[in-house]
């Protein structure tokens, strides 16, 4: 008979392994409980959402104080889903070189605002980035004036950016390759980089080309500025979370698949009741929570993507609103389409 390898220790053995786990157990800090956060949160009574101190179209807040912007839109839902209340969520404002501390501390509980996702803030951060819920890249704004129609013509250039941020990297990386030269002048904040820009310090201000769209609209004179077409890097944007924590960085994945499998069965704000009480395809019943458990497997309730949708809107209403044509930042969808219309943006089958 092969010996049980757990058994077939001599019995002082045993006892020693048995006293060094309960002295490592006792050390090591306690790993996250299954409803850690999520239970935290309930108890609290509302969430605390890391943003964006103010890019138009992704965290800013309104003339009348009101937070906006699709990261915004994205704490909104998560607070859909747990309290069934949109409003249920703190803003707190973050400077880019701040938000890793703040999620990392626990003064936040998830952070929305315009990251990108890079591997040395995924592993040595600490960090877990759930889902991309804006794919973007590297731009530059330039004044038209200056009659530069591509990346190339800004050999020599002096560059406006900002602190922190993977901007800084990617410049270095991009002039290196193409061996061209430039100089950069770094700021702490998105307002500091575009007053600098604007008051002709720079010959251009370069950002994540979505910022770009609304920082052109804050110049004294945005129709003396372009954007260019080129972007110099990949920015793939995510909510960001803790790791530690599965159940909570499931939630804050499926908040967004929730959004992109809702767009894609068409069920919008508009129609959610009425898709409701017909619920005709098999699909439609297990997002809106009339047929399976799968909210609950997620420690929510069976009506977590209905909440989301009724309260919040699908990805597609969430972008028009913040980002599409009607606003006035007018960013094509283009790799943030839906992957049967030409896009990245999949959401995995809830079921
Ligand atoms: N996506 C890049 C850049 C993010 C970033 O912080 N962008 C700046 C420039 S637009 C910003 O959001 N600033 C906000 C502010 O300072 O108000 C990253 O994750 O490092």
């Not at 699908?314 to 960013?331: C, F, H, M, Q, S």
Request: glycine share 10%; proline share 6%.
């Amino acid at each position: 008979m092969t010996p049980n390898p757990d058994t077939a220790r001599p019995p002082g053995r045993g006892r020693r392994v048995a006293a060094i786990t309960a002295l490592l157990a006792a050390l090591l800090p306690t790993p996250a409980r299954a409803e850690g956060l999520l239970a935290e949160i309930r108890a609290r009574g509302y969430l605390n959402c890391g943003s964006s101190p103010g890019v138009a179209g992704f965290g800013v807040p309104d003339a009348r104080g009101e937070w906006r912007g699709l990261d915004i839109d994205f704490c909104r839902a998560l607070a859909a889903a747990i309290f069934d209340d949109p409003a249920k969520v703190r803003f707190i404002p973050l400077a880019a070189p701040a938000r890793f501390t703040a999620l990392q501390s626990g003064e936040i509980d998830v952070l929305a605002r315009n990251t990108t996702w890079t591997l040395a803030r995924d592993t040595s951060a600490k960090l877990n980035f759930p889902a991309v819920n804006f794919y973007d890249g590297q731009g530059f704004l330039v004044r038209k004036d200056r009659g530069i129609a591509h990346v190339e013509g800004l050999d020599r250039a002096t560059i406006c950016l900002q602190q922190g941020t993977t901007t800084e990297l990617n410049l270095a990386d991009w002039f290196r390759t193409h061996g061209l030269t430039y100089r950069v002048v770094a700021y702490a904040t998105a307002e500091e980089t575009g007053r600098a820009y604007d008051s002709g310090r720079c010959d251009a201000y370069s950002t994540d080309k979505s910022s770009l769209y609304g920082e052109r609209l804050k110049m004294a004179e945005p129709d003396a500025h372009v954007v260019l077409p080129e972007m110099i890097s990949k920015e793939p944007f995510s909510p960001v979370v803790r790791q530690g924590d599965d159940q909570w960085r499931d939630i804050v994945a499926w908040t967004h698949y929730a959004m992109l499998d809702a767009e894609e069965a068409g069920i919008t704000q508009g129609n959610v009741e009425e898709m409701r009480a017909a619920a005709l395809s098999p699909d439609t019943r297990r997002i809106l929570g009339l047929e399976g458990r799968y909210g609950e497997a997620l420690g929510l309730t069976n009506d977590w993507a209905y909440r989301i949708v009724r309260h919040v809107g699908n990805y597609g209403e969430v972008y028009a609103r913040n980002l599409g044509d009607g606003t006035p930042l007018k960013i094509p969808r283009g790799l943030n389409a839906l992957w049967n219309r030409g896009g990245l943006q999949y959401g995995p089958p809830i079921r």
